[in-house]
């Protein structure tokens, strides 16, 4: 990515190159920092087994998107989508995960307004925390789906110039 920045001419090659850079840099810093957050906070500690997914994903996803940086090969960029869709997917189950156990934990009804209320607001379980991984993943999404963008020149044959439709012929001119 680094060096398609650096190889890109016109304005829409060089805009697109930027983003593509900056969405990977939000992506990797993302996985780094909630890969540390669920290590410090002792993510992996708790009782249950999937306590462990988004802590895994943090580990996988934070190399994948630093490599990400130096080499766009399609093997590299179709594990950054699987790993990019994983995190998205895992943001959304936590979320959901987290919002039912406090629901549960408070003993309140998840579907009335006044006990979702209350799930959301139990600070020893934010749902909301669960939503991270899929902020992380669907920026990385937005990268690895636009990572294998050509770089051709933005003209297009419809804008050359068109050579006649038929050759002279030799003869008497």
């Known amino acids: 990515m680094i060096q398609r920045m650096m190889r890109a001419q016109t304005f829409d090659?060089?805009?697109l190159a930027f983003l593509q850079n900056f969405f990977l840099f939000i992506?990797?810093?993302g996985f780094i920092f909630y890969g540390i957050e669920h290590w410090v906070i002792g993510h992996q500690d708790l009782s249950h087994w999937t306590a462990l997914i988004p802590g895994w994903v943090s580990l996988v996803g934070a190399p994948l998107a630093?490599?990400?940086?130096?080499t766009t090969s399609r093997v590299l960029g179709y594990a950054f989508i699987g790993i990019s869709l994983v995190s998205f997917l895992?943001?959304?189950v936590?979320?959901?995960l987290h919002l039912v156990f406090n629901a549960s934990d408070l003993g309140v009804q998840l579907f009335s307004i006044s006990g979702f209320i209350e799930s959301m607001q139990v600070p020893y379980r934010p749902v909301l925390a669960g939503l991270a991984h899929t902020h992380v993943g669907a920026v990385a999404l937005a990268v690895g789906l636009t990572v294998w963008v050509k770089d051709?020149?933005?003209?297009?044959?419809?804008?050359?110039p068109h050579a006649p439709s038929h050759a002279p012929q030799g003869g008497i001119s």
């Open 66 to 70: 630093i490599v990400m940086f130096f």
């Open 94 to 96: 936590g979320a959901a």
């Open 27 to 29: 992506a990797a810093f």
């Open 152 to 160: 051709e020149p933005t003209t297009t044959p419809a804008a050359q």
């Open 13 to 15: 090659e060089r805009t």
């Open 90 to 92: 895992t943001g959304l």
